[in-house]
């Protein structure tokens, strides 16, 4: 997909909310994307360093799921999951774990929700810790089943 389609096409897919221990997402990766992450509270585009030159970066992944919502209008089951920090770290190893060396659309992606880690500091949230599978696409489109992922 050329930068224009997937800037074009890419907009307006919710994200799959982890919202609880076990919470699970699979499906056929439709798009890969780098972008910037940006603060949560203000939305501010964040940096690594004072001198704004070393943005902090995160993997936009587009899975096609069984995924619907009643109160999302023409759910196509379309979820965006953001790859950064444990989470990157989940992937990286399915990746591996799976014999290859990069993660490509067509590919099968199944994250799950594990455990919570232990919080930064006091008073903030515990990072949420994750387990992957990756599947690369195969030549025969039919060959790797979702419900056979995690």
């Known amino acids: 997909m050329t930068d224009v389609n997937q ?3 890419a907009s307006g897919v919710p994200s799959f909310k982890f919202k609880q221990i076990g919470s699970t997402v ?16 203000s939305g501010a585009p964040l940096w690594w360093d004072e001198a704004k030159t070393q ?8 899975l096609q799921t069984d995924e619907h919502d009643e109160e999302i209008s023409n759910d196509d089951g379309r979820r965006a999951i953001y790859v950064k920090g444990q989470l990157q770290q989940a992937v990286r190893d399915a990746i591996k774990k799976a014999g290859a060396d990069k993660i490509e659309e067509g590919g099968m ?3 799950k929700y594990v455990a919570d880690g232990k919080p930064p500091k006091k008073g903030l949230n515990p990072p949420k810790e994750y ?13 790797v089943a979702v419900d056979d992922l995690l």
Do not use: C, H
């Open 109 to 111: 992606l199944a994250v």
């Open 7 to 9: 800037f074009l096409l």
């Open 55 to 62: 943005p902090r970066m995160q993997l936009r992944i587009v």
């Open 131 to 143: 387990v992957a599978q990756y599947e690369p696409p195969s030549i025969t489109p039919a060959a």
């Open 26 to 41: 699979k499906g056929q990766i439709i798009s890969l994307d780098m972008q910037q992450q940006n603060d949560f509270e």
